[in-house]
């Protein structure tokens, strides 16, 4: 069984945590333990940076000793830095996409660390940026991303 990479969006690790959405918990939950499993899954450290900012500022109730666990999980499946190569290419992007500009560096992300996916609920599902196409986990499961050969 083969799997691309998939570059996970902040939204994703927070509805994981998040039970006031069971639907979407179960999903992300189901995907991240997946392409985990696979050593599939990419985040980049501004991924992380966003992940603690949202749990620091009560968007999901994490503790804070649980928060360093799963940002300690996560560390393994992080790459990349955001540098003025990267600001560059979402600069690019942007103008390709008239994207959010922070969903472009974390697309320029994705792109640059060779997914062929971006996981996420806020970009158009479906469309192609650059060879890494947009895939929304509450409309997809990971099945969508894993091919026997």
Aim: charged share 25%.
């Amino acid at each position: 069984m083969t799997t691309e990479r998939v570059f996970v969006d902040t939204n994703v690790l927070l509805y994981a945590r998040d039970d006031r959405y069971p639907d979407k918990q179960k999903a992300a939950a189901h995907w991240l333990a997946a392409l985990a499993h696979r050593e599939a899954l990419i985040v980049s450290p501004q991924i992380l940076g966003e992940f603690h900012n949202a749990i620091l500022r009560g968007k999901v109730g994490v503790d804070e000793a649980e928060m360093r666990r799963v940002i300690a999980a996560l560390q393994p499946f992080s790459h990349g830095t955001t540098d003025l190569e990267l600001i560059a290419q979402a600069w690019t992007i942007r103008k390709e996409t008239a994207f959010q500009w922070w969903d472009c560096v974390i697309l320029a992300a994705a792109i640059r660390a060779g997914c062929r996916y971006l996981l996420s609920e806020d970009y158009q599902h479906g469309r192609t940026v650059r060879g890494t196409t947009i895939l929304n986990p509450f409309t997809v499961g990971p099945e969508a991303v894993m091919t026997e050969h």
